[in-house]
C-alpha cells in the first residue's frame, strides 16, 4: 500500500488535515480531533510498550 495514494481517502475519512503548503508540496498533520486518530495513537504507545517490555 502505498500512502501517497491514499492522502485522499485519509482526508475523507478525518484521519489527517493538510494544514500548509510548502512552496508546491501540501503539508499534513494527524487531526488529534479524529476519533480513530485518537485510537490509532493509544494503539502505537501500546506496541511501543510491549517491545520495551520483550527486551528487558
Do not use: C, H
Not at 510548502?22 to 517491545?51: R, S, T
Amino acid at each position: 500500500m502505498e500512502l501517497l495514494s491514499n492522502y485522499d481517502d485519509l482526508i475523507d475519512i478525518g484521519l489527517i488535515k493538510q494544514t500548509r503548503k510548502a512552496g508546491n508540496a501540501p503539508m499534513y498533520q494527524i487531526n488529534q480531533d479524529n476519533g480513530a486518530a485518537q485510537a490509532f495513537g493509544k494503539f502505537e504507545w501500546e506496541v511501543i510498550k510491549a517491545l520495551g517490555e520483550s527486551e528487558e
